[in-house]
């Protein structure tokens, strides 16, 4: 890859002057408010469609007047409609945008412009999205942010879609052996993908950073559907391919025994969901499962291995090509309500595969997440607790306070003290090595009786945050969700906070 290096040296000449301009004006003569205003993040998640929609500074106008905010995190690549699009077909538009759907075009991709030599080692050729025609999102924005001196982080998110060319050759396989929709973490061209895009994107564009989405469980998580967006699904857990096969050797854990152990466990799990008890209960029949098959649990380790792996070389990989650039990851909601998750994710070991973490503390709909989660695990391995002691025993392993009821958590949903007692967890985890940004829930959609975001809330849960001492805030997930008042109020907490 010769010629990234040739704009590495450029970029870096570039950046360094700058650094050495910034110095020289002398940021140590700022007034003491403003330089703490300096150091926190005020962010934003926001996908190509708005600034079409809107208009590049019109945008620009609205989150900087309005929210406060100072860097964007522009969704560049993904399938997924969480980070890109219009509103979620289905859900009320909010008050800017094209009040129509985008069903008709949306497809997803690579927002910005692909440089095949980038792509030369895997199958999965970045493809530019179509949907909005020649447009190269970050050549757009980028300029128009930098000369209001806010920062630009590109979102990269692991969502494909299956009907892309490459996409067959490298999708993880089943317990019963099928391919699936999602790409193995394994997979030599997966990773190549991976460290080619955020290379191409730190390469090509003068970029701040790098914010790297992976959503995506391992399978003893899948089997019991222990999130909040996802049903049990215990007989389509991934991945046995030949990849994971060979890493598995390597880490001397025993394929059939693994294949035994995730076909009992699904057996138990379809079992508890028609209600036949075990003799012994849910909970003893579980655990013995753990116990007479530790390769459940290795298996489920393994899946983190490959996605921490991918991650890291991400990461390597940024940093090789200018070492001031900044790589963030999002760390997936049911990191703060499934303490069994939460036990696999040490914040002291994230911390060194980061700069910043985008930490979901997402209350509006954290609600019927949690409520969903709770739904998922009493189904199964918690069958014989009701459901409402289930929660307030789990609110107690995560140190929730004072939270709703089971049946109204969708209506009410998280409090502000749920936001604040997360980010503090996650400030004490890190313990100073990266900077915690927790990203704040500003208008997503949630179910027909579910709570929807306020003006008040929204400012509770930006206030809650940055009180509890984050390195800034992002809001989530996309402007195209947002109501413009939401997004006042969170930035008034946040012009409040930092003066
Ligand atoms: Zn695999």
């Known amino acids: 890859m010769n010629e990234p290096l040739s704009i590495n040296r450029r970029n870096f000449v570039k950046t360094s002057a700058a650094a050495l301009a910034a110095t020289a004006a002398g940021p140590l003569s700022l007034p003491a408010a403003e330089k703490t205003a300096a150091r926190k993040t005020i962010g934003i998640q926001v996908g190509a469609v708005s600034f079409a929609d809107e208009g590049t500074d019109a945008v620009l106008d609205n989150l900087q007047e309005r929210g406060a905010v100072n860097t964007i995190f522009l969704t560049t690549f993904t399938y997924g409609r969480g980070l890109s699009g219009r509103q979620i077909p289905g859900h009320p538009f909010p008050d800017h945008g094209k009040q129509a759907s985008d069903e008709s075009f949306f ?271 009493g189904s199964t391995v918690f069958r014989d607790v009701p459901k409402e002691e289930l929660m307030r025993f789990n609110n107690h392993l995560l140190n929730y306070g004072n939270e709703a009821a089971l049946d109204e958590l969708g209506r009410i949903g998280l409090s502000p003290d749920y936001v604040a007692r997360e980010t503090k967890r996650a400030l004490d985890g890190v313990k100073g090595k990266c900077r915690i940004l927790p990203g704040i829930d500003i208008g997503i959609p949630t179910g027909k009786n579910s709570r929807k975001a306020s003006p008040d809330d929204t400012y509770a849960a930006t206030k809650a945050a940055l009180a509890a001492g984050a390195d800034g805030v992002i809001f989530s997930r996309k402007y195209s969700e947002m109501e413009l008042a939401n997004l006042s109020a969170a930035g008034r907490a946040a012009k409040e906070f930092l003066g």
């Open 107 to 377: 497809h997803g991709g690579n927002y910005a412009t692909p440089h095949p030599e980038f792509y030369r080692n895997t199958v999965l050729k970045s493809v530019h999205a179509p949907d909005l025609g020649d447009l190269d999102i970050v050549s757009t924005v980028l300029p128009a942010a930098k000369k209001r001196g806010m920062k630009l982080f590109c979102s990269i998110e692991d969502v494909f879609r299956s009907d892309l060319p490459g996409v067959k050759e490298v999708a993880e396989v089943d317990l019963q052996g099928r391919r699936t929709g999602t790409l193995c973490l394994f997979h030599p061209d997966v990773r190549a993908f991976w460290t080619g895009l955020a290379a191409d994107l730190c390469s090509s564009y003068d970029i701040d950073g790098i914010l790297f989405f992976n959503e995506r469980n391992g399978p003893l998580l899948n089997a019991l559907g222990a999130s909040h967006a996802q049903n049990i699904a215990s007989s389509r857990v991934t991945c046995f391919c030949e990849y994971h096969q060979k890493a598995a050797r390597a880490a001397g854990i025993d394929f059939e025994r693994t294949r035994e152990g995730y076909t009992k466990l699904d057996q138990f799990v379809q079992a508890a969901l028609k209600d036949q008890r075990p003799t012994d209960g849910y909970f003893v029949e579980f655990w013995r499962l753990l116990v007479e098959y530790p390769e459940i649990m290795a298996w489920d380790r393994l899946f983190d291995q490959g996605k921490h792996q991918v991650l890291a070389e991400v990461k390597a990989t940024v940093k090789s090509i200018r070492a001031n650039l900044q790589v963030g990851f999002h760390i997936e909601h049911v990191n703060s309500f499934n303490p069994i998750f939460r036990a696999t994710r040490r914040y002291d070991e994230l911390a060194q595969k980061a700069d910043f973490l985008k930490v979901v503390v997402y209350n509006n709909c954290g609600g019927e997440r949690y409520a969903h989660f709770i739904n998922n695990v």
